[in-house]
């Protein structure tokens, strides 16, 4: 994945460092500390590196083994930066029968990505993602954390005209 | 929410249209508000019944009397003798033996209402999820209150006589797991409530969660009173924001009205929650992965045994019930076992509550008794298919089984289901037409458990990755003969030698397909065709 700018690594960001080190010390404590604090850093900062994996290895008392397991085992941790705004498409059994083949391949023809990979600006991430329990709505897509049901092919250029135009205002 | 005692199906096919069944429709519509009755009488239409020659038909339950043809000038006296004054009308009662032939799947429900019983979903939609004086205003915490009143042996007791089996998919008697617990050796005990509910399709947890979230808690409260455990988990998967934030909040506020902590209601009985959300893992629905994810590991199912109800959550006796499990709870408490037996089938009773989705034309969520039908399901909830025949459902998600048309009129419980070499799943009914292939079906089915399974035995990871690879083969016209040999002895392999339910039910909906739809399976190799032209072969 090519970054628009090359990004330094959250650690070395003292902002994004005390992100992390305020969740370790908020939840390092309780029992199965890891989970959650991976929860939180992924939340906050919207990815976990193989530097960062180390360094809550290192606070946790934990091998870094058990933590990249951990980030590698579960969908929701990254290891890289998403693009600003991520849209999913749920794959579960009833969006695949409402059809929603035929808008990850309508996302592909007009963004030039596959799922998984960004715009060259930054600006969008495809997904796909596990069913989000809105099966009487299917096809789901996710834009950001907003459901948006029932969506047909040609609907789906104005989902990225709306997220074009609220960058546009910002 | 007002309890209606009679329900009015009308026939409202394309046939039935050109027979007037609209205006028969808002004839009763008129008589029934005619004669007060709007709030006891519902009125609902069937899309499809079937080629029938007295057209429209009229069925009035609980008595299941079948009236056909009616004419709209018929309805007010209808009403009037039947919904009225409370008796049949032989006069307009179908008399064609080839219609009465036909419709006789309606009077499979005689004496019940095909009209939903809310046990689980009680206060849903009815009180504000968010307001723990609204739960406790709509009866909430007095299961709890009466529990406390008995001896922990004798709450079990309860739930073992209710006969309430597990809604997570399996159907194991709840009573017998919480009976495990509470002899299980050592003072210190969990309680979880599996909210993980990843089955594609499924999404019963999420609205009992985000409508009525205190009820999960009475219940839990309940079991760790009987099974004697302080501490509890709900572990919520992460794509539910919403429902984790609902039940966030009613922990809070259960908190600050001391319901939970220290010496709850003065009895020296103590007990805490904690909330622990998922990062998207399919297998961490199986209890022991899921007891892996909260200790913060890789989610991985232990071997069993030693099961969880003697070594669990840090080795530590723990239960682990689905969320619909426990909203069953207190009303068993408040009501008796008796009175739950008189829901359902003798061996699966109470309610069950299904997703319905795919080609038909009213998608949604229903609570129904158990022992219902798929024909009822498609024809009275789902208001019929869009177009096309019935061909298949999906049920729960994707480790239940298909069910071909052939079965549809089996009763849905669990032993039923199981004779005919189906499961339940977790109630999710996917209901596809005719225009559905099985075998784009069933690789898609198989995609979700290659991407899902966890890797942990080989059975399970070669075993998916195997029939995929052979499905997909098939499905763009490389099939072989020999593949169906091999899919075969794939399946039994992951049915027999899996660690967990994952790999054990991976299997199902290929050995589904093989069972019932062979000859569809049969062109797609020998003929290269895909006969509803769905599958590419290239």
Same mark, same amino acid.
């Given at each position: ?15 994004? @460092? ?71 498409? &749920? ?38 993602? @596990? &069913?989000?329990?809105? &099966? ?11 459901? #948006? ?22 | ?63 299941? !009397? ?20 409370? @008796?049949?009308? /032989? ?5 064609? /033996?080839?219609?009465? #032939? ?15 019983? =809310? ?62 617990? #509470? ?22 947890? =999420? ?47 259960? @908190? ?84 739950? #037996? ?149 399946? !039994?392999?992951?049915?027999?030698? !899996?660690? &967990? ?16 739809? =062979? ?20």
């Amino acid at each position: 994945m090519t970054l628009p700018t090359k990004q330094l690594d959250p650690l070395d960001n003292p902002r994004m @460092r005390k992100i992390i080190d305020d969740t370790i010390a908020e939840y390092g404590d309780q029992n199965g500390a890891l989970m959650v604090v991976l929860n939180h850093i992924q939340e906050r900062i919207g990815f976990i590196t193989k530097a960062m994996q180390a360094y809550i290895a290192k606070n946790l008392n934990v091998p870094v083994s058990k933590v990249h397991g951990v980030v590698s085992f579960y969908s929701f941790f990254t290891t890289e930066p998403r693009g600003k705004h991520v849209v999913k498409f &749920c794959i579960g059994t009833a969006c695949y029968v409402g059809g929603v083949s035929q808008l990850i391949d309508k996302a592909k023809q007009v963004l030039g990505v596959e799922p998984g990979q960004t715009t060259p600006d930054g600006l969008i991430t495809l997904e796909v993602c @596990r &069913c989000v329990g809105a &099966c009487s709505q299917a096809p789901v897509v996710v834009v950001d954390d907003t459901n #948006r049901g029932r969506v047909k092919p040609s609907q789906f250029g104005k989902i990225l005209t709306d997220i074009q135009k609220s960058e546009a205002a910002a | 929410m007002k309890t209606v005692r009679s329900m009015v199906l009308v026939s409202h096919d394309e046939k039935s249209k050109a027979s007037s069944s609209q205006e028969v429709i808002d004839a009763f519509n008129q008589a029934i508000k005619d004669f007060g009755l709007v709030d006891e009488v519902a009125v609902a239409t069937i899309p499809e019944i079937g080629t029938i020659r007295t057209l429209p038909l009229v069925v009035i339950y609980p008595e299941a !009397s079948i009236y056909a043809p009616v004419r709209p000038e018929d309805v007010p006296f209808l009403v009037e003798e039947h919904l009225y004054k409370g @008796r049949e009308v /032989p006069a307009l009662k179908v008399k064609d /033996p080839d219609t009465m #032939r036909k419709a006789a799947w309606l009077t499979q429900r005689k004496g019940s209402l095909p009209a939903e019983s =809310r046990i689980v979903l009680r206060n849903v939609g009815k009180i504000d999820p968010e307001s723990i004086d609204e739960f406790f205003a709509y009866e909430g915490g007095q299961a709890f209150a009466t529990a406390l009143q008995m001896t922990p042996e004798l709450v079990v007791q309860v739930i073992k006589e209710s006969g309430l089996r597990g809604r997570g998919g399996a159907g194991f008697p709840a009573g017998i797991k919480w009976d495990a617990v #509470r002899k299980a050796p050592g003072k210190k005990k969990y309680v979880i409530c599996n909210a993980d509910e990843s089955e594609p399709g499924t999404f019963k947890d =999420r609205v009992i969660m985000e409508g009525d979230p205190f009820s999960i808690l009475e219940a839990m409260l309940i079991a760790a009173y009987a099974v004697g455990a302080d501490e509890g988990y709900i572990y919520i998967r992460g794509e539910y924001q919403l429902a984790l934030e609902r039940v966030q909040k009613a922990i809070q506020q259960a @908190r600050e009205y001391g319901v939970l902590g220290k010496n709850i209601f003065g009895s020296g009985f103590d007990f805490d929650i904690h909330i622990h959300a998922g990062a998207g893992a399919y297998i961490c629905g199986e209890e022991t992965a899921l007891l892996e994810s909260i200790e913060g590991g890789r989610g991985e199912p232990r071997v069993k045994p030693p099961y969880p109800t003697t070594h669990g959550l840090w080795g530590k006796p723990t239960l682990i019930n689905n969320v619909e499990t426990f909203a069953n709870i207190p009303p068993i408490i408040l009501n008796g076992s008796d009175w739950f #037996r008189s829901y359902g089938t003798p061996s699966s009773p109470g309610t069950k509550v299904y997703t319905i989705l795919g080609n038909v034309n009213n998608k949604g969520l229903i609570e129904v008794p158990m022992g219902i039908t798929l024909r009822e399901v498609i024809n009275i909830y789902g208001k019929g298919l869009k177009q096309g025949q019935f061909k298949f459902a999906q049920t729960g998600g994707s480790s239940g089984s298909i069910i071909p048309a052939s079965l549809q009129d089996t009763p849905m419980d669990f032993d039923s289901y199981s004779k005919m070499g189906v499961s339940l799943g977790s109630g999710a009914l996917l209901i596809c037409d005719d225009s559905n292939c099985i075998v784009d079906a069933v690789r898609v089915l198989t995609r979700f458990f290659q991407v899902e399974c966890c890797g942990k035995c080989v059975p399970c990871r070669v075993g998916t990755d195997q029939t995929w690879k052979i499905l997909t083969e098939i499905s763009e016209g490389r099939g072989k003969m020999e593949d169906i040999a091999h899919l075969e002895w794939l399946c !039994s392999g992951m049915e027999g030698l !899996s660690n &967990c339910g994952l790999g054990q039910t991976a299997g199902t909906p290929i050995r589904n397909m093989l069972d019932h739809f =062979r000859a569809e399976l049969d062109a797609h190799i020998k003929l290269g065709v895909c006969p509803t032209g769905i599958c590419p072969m290239k």
